[in-house]
């Protein structure tokens, strides 16, 4: 069920993200035309929201949105993002002294340090376990990924195929690799799969 709920927050915080964007490129424009009407003392324009509150909103919404992904993700990654985000919000929003933003540089310097010569790729992948019973399509349509499989094949069908065809013993461990992600057997009942554990990228 973990799963499934991981799955959902995931589509609903990647909606949410694309949502804020949206609100946030009508706001710069109704700004831009804001702009523009101001060149014409006689044309009577509505009184708007300042850059600063739109973007203070915009950054607070996004962060509250990482801080989502960070809760039922858990890995060092969603806390990178928000960590990100917090400084980047402080720098660009506040408007703070010169030494301040030099500091907020340097604190993302670190980070992208931190991230790119501590993590390693266990850090960065995300894992979910399936039922060998489960039909690849629907495994498709919940993680978003492209698993090429015939008809209404089964995940423990469909490695159980390709391990064949490439020559490997079918036991608990054996993996079958794709280009950003990967299918691993658990579990096996009297000779037949029958948990697999899906293993992608999170960058």
Known sequence: MSKYLNAFLKQMTTALEFVISLILTAGIIILVGQLLLSFFPTASSPQLPDYDSLMSTCFNLIIGVEMIRMLYQHTPHTVFEVLLFAIARQMIVDHSSAWNNVIG?????GLFATRKFLFVAFDE???????????VRNVNRLTHIHIPHENEETLGALLTRKLLEDGQEIAVGACLYFSDFGLRIVKMTEDKISTIELIRSLQ
Do not use: L, M, N, P
């Open 105 to 109: 540089v340097v604190a993302i310097a």
């Open 125 to 135: 992948s995300e894992r979910i376990i399936f039922r060998a019973s489960q039909k």
